[in-house]
C-alpha cells in the first residue's frame, strides 16, 4: 500500500513597498495571496519642514532617516527585507519611444529567433536614443544610464496593429515602447541607503508600468493625472493602452506655500489646514478665503497642464480625466478641470472628472481600510 504524503503548504510571501514621493516617503506592507494583494499595514513620514526631495543633491542622511521613520511605523507582521521601490518621477524617468525596423526578408514568417533578435535590437536603439538625448540634458555620459524596465506596448506590421509578431510576414514593423530608467549615480545611493536599512530591492517600479491594474480588461479612453507633493504626472490612455507620458513641477505642495506664506503658519500646520480645507471641515468663511488663497497658483497649475496635454500627439483627446494622488482631494482641481478654459485643446466630449479610490481596485483586500483614499492609488501602483 501507498502513502500519499501530505506537501507542506506554501507561506503566503509578505513584501514592502518603498514609495519615495517629493514631499513625503510612504511605506505598505502587503501579503499575495490567491492572486490578490492583502494590505497589513502603511505608514507616512514628510520631509521636514518645506524640505522635499527633488534632486540628485539630496542629503543620504535626511532621506535615511525619514524611510527608517516610515517603516517604523507600519506592523511588525513580518520581518520582510523584500522590497519593491518607488522614486519620483523627475529622478525614475517613464517614456514612450517609438522605434521602426525595416526587414530584410519581409515575405518569410517571422520565427522565435528573429523575433528574440528584432526585440533586442530595438531595445538597444531605444537605450541608445534615450541614453543621447538625457545625456544632453543632464551632462550625465550615456553610459550613465540604468534602465529598469523596457515594455512593448504596441506592435504593427505595414501600418496594422497586432499582438505578437511571431509567424507572421512583413516589412515595416512600428514599435511603441515604455522605457523606465534613471542615473546609476542615484540609484547607487538609494542602493545605499537600502543596504544601511538592511532592504533587498526586488523591484524599482515606475507606476506608468502598472496603470493597467485600475481598470482591468477595459480598453477605455483618458487621462490620468498623479498629482503628487512636488510634481504633476500626466499618463495618456487610448484604448486600454499606455500612449503618451509627461509631467511637470507642480503638485500638493505648492499649495501647502501658499497657505505657509499668507497665514504665517508652520509647514505642519499649513498642510493640516489644506487637508481640513480638503474635506470640507472648515467654515464657510474659512473655504471661501483658502479657496482665494488657492486662485493664482491654481490657474498656473492649469496652463501647466494644458502646455503638457498640448504635447500629446493627439489632436482630439479623451474627456475622462482620472485624478488620484494627494493633491487630487484638493476640490479645486476638480472644478478647474470641469469648467476651466481649455482653448485649443479638443476633447470628445466635455471633460469629466472622477478621483479613483482603493476601493473600487478588485485586486486588493484591504478589509481594516488602512489605505486612506487617493493618496495612496501611487503605493498601489508599485505592487
Not at 96 to 116: C, M
Not at 265 to 292: P, T
Amino acid at each position: 500500500m501507498k502513502f500519499k504524503l501530505f506537501s507542506k503548504k506554501k507561506k503566503p510571501e509578505i513584501f514592502l513597498v518603498l514609495d519615495i514621493g517629493t514631499e513625503a516617503v510612504k511605506t505598505l506592507i502587503f501579503r499575495k495571496e490567491n492572486n490578490e494583494n492583502i494590505i497589513l499595514g502603511r505608514g507616512i513620514e514628510y520631509f521636514e519642514g518645506s524640505e522635499n526631495f527633488e534632486n540628485l543633491d539630496f542629503p543620504e542622511e535626511i532621506l535615511e532617516k525619514t524611510i527608517s521613520r516610515a517603516i517604523d511605523q507600519i506592523p511588525k507582521i513580518a520581518e520582510t527585507k523584500n522590497l519593491f521601490l518607488g522614486l519620483p518621477a523627475n529622478i525614475l524617468i517613464a517614456k514612450i519611444i517609438s522605434q521602426n525596423f525595416e526587414r530584410k526578408n519581409p515575405k518569410e514568417p517571422i520565427s522565435q529567433s528573429e523575433k528574440n533578435k528584432i526585440e533586442e535590437e530595438v531595445s538597444h536603439c531605444i537605450k541608445n536614443k534615450i541614453a543621447q538625448e538625457f545625456s544632453q540634458k543632464t551632462g550625465f555620459l550615456p553610459q550613465d544610464f540604468h534602465f529598469s524596465n523596457l515594455k512593448i506596448s504596441e506592435t504593427k506590421i505595414d501600418g496594422y496593429e497586432v499582438p505578437s509578431i511571431r509567424n507572421l510576414s512583413g516589412r515595416n514593423l512600428e514599435f511603441k515602447v515604455l522605457a523606465v530608467f534613471l542615473s546609476k549615480y542615484q540609484l547607487e545611493k538609494i542602493e545605499r541607503i537600502c543596504q544601511d536599512l538592511n532592504l533587498k530591492i526586488l523591484k524599482i517600479v515606475h507606476p506608468a508600468e502598472n496603470l493597467d491594474c485600475l481598470f482591468p480588461n477595459e480598453k477605455i479612453n483618458a487621462i490620468y493625472l498623479d498629482i503628487g507633493g512636488k510634481m504633476t504626472n500626466l499618463f495618456l490612455i487610448e484604448k486600454g493602452k499606455l500612449m503618451g507620458i509627461s509631467q511637470f513641477n507642480q503638485g500638493g505642495i505648492n499649495f501647502t506655500e501658499k497657505i505657509y506664506q499668507h497665514l504665517g503658519l508652520s509647514f505642519s500646520q499649513a498642510r493640516i489646514l489644506k487637508e481640513n480645507y480638503s474635506q470640507s471641515l472648515l467654515s464657510e468663511k474659512v473655504q471661501k478665503r483658502m479657496k482665494e488663497i488657492f486662485s493664482d497658483i491654481l490657474q498656473g497649475w492649469f496652463e501647466n497642464l494644458k502646455g503638457n496635454l498640448k504635447n500629446f500627439s493627439q489632436k482630439l483627446l479623451p474627456a475622462n480625466f482620472f485624478l488620484f494622488g494627494g493633491g487630487s482631494l484638493l476640490p479645486d482641481i476638480s472644478e478647474i478641470l470641469e469648467n476651466g478654459d481649455f482653448a485649443q485643446l479638443t476633447f470628445i466630449s466635455k471633460p469629466k472628472i472622477e478621483i479613483i479610490y482603493p476601493q473600487k481596485l478588485k485586486n486588493i483586500k484591504d478589509k481594516n481600510q488602512i489605505l486612506k483614499g487617493p493618496q495612496d492609488i501611487p503605493l498601489i501602483l508599485l505592487l
